[in-house]
């Protein structure tokens, strides 16, 4: 959904962002993500918080919400 709405697969780029939360916030105001309740992260292929550290060419996952039965 994320990726639909942004018009992109992906994307390399170069930010101040700590952390996963302040790069998504980041994101959400580039592209104007709707508003999620909940939302995963990966970092480097690995689940991780939010509130992790992002070191210089990491790669991030956002996973938002999947509905299924």
């Known amino acids: 959904m994320l990726r639909e709405h942004a018009g992109r697969a992906n994307e390399q780029l170069s930010t101040s962002a700590a952390t996963p939360a302040d790069l998504y916030a980041e994101l959400h105001a580039r ?3 709707p508003e999620l ?3 995963k992260v990966a970092i480097n292929d690995d689940f991780s918080d939010m509130q992790a550290a992002l070191n210089d060419g990491d790669t991030v996952v956002f996973i938002p919400p999947v509905a299924g039965g």
């Open 37 to 39: 309740q909940s939302l």
């Open 31 to 33: 592209y104007r993500f």
